[in-house]
């Protein structure tokens, strides 16, 4: 099992910026790509990018690409998600996931979800 924790959500005026954090724990060793993704209210679930944790490429969607970089610390078993020039249409409440099979779109583990609210 793989548990995750999400923080760093909050508050953030139109054209601010957040960090997001999630940190892994347990059997680590087994995660292959960890990715974000977000729901806003009435809203289906969508993607928002990932990371191949051994590569350390990322992915985006369309819809964050040139405003969000995900990164991350392989000593602290985190992934980022760095959030930048934000508009009211990224409140959501934001999830982290890992898979342990990077080729896989689906993902084995989710965190709790930590919300961003974006004041225009």
């Known amino acids: 099992q793989v548990q995750l924790v999400e923080s760093g959500g909050g508050l953030a005026q139109a054209g601010g910026s957040l960090r997001l954090s999630c940190v892994a724990s347990?059997?680590?060793?087994?995660?292959?790509?960890m990715g974000w993704f977000r729901q806003a209210p009435g809203k289906e679930r969508e993607f928002v990018g990932r990371?191949?944790?051994?590569?350390?490429?990322?992915y985006y969607a369309d819809s964050v690409k040139g405003r969000f970089s995900i990164s991350r610390d392989n000593a602290k078993n985190t992934v980022y998600l760095q959030m930048n020039s934000l508009n009211a249409e990224d409140t959501a409440v934001y999830y982290c996931?890992?898979?342990?099979?990077?080729?896989?779109?689906?993902?084995?583990?989710w965190g709790q979800g930590t919300q961003v609210t974006v004041s225009s």
């Open positions: 347990g059997r680590t060793y087994s995660v292959q790509a």
């Open positions: 990371i191949i944790w051994s590569l350390g490429a990322t």
């Open positions: 996931a890992a898979n342990t099979n990077w080729r896989k779109s689906t993902y084995d583990y």
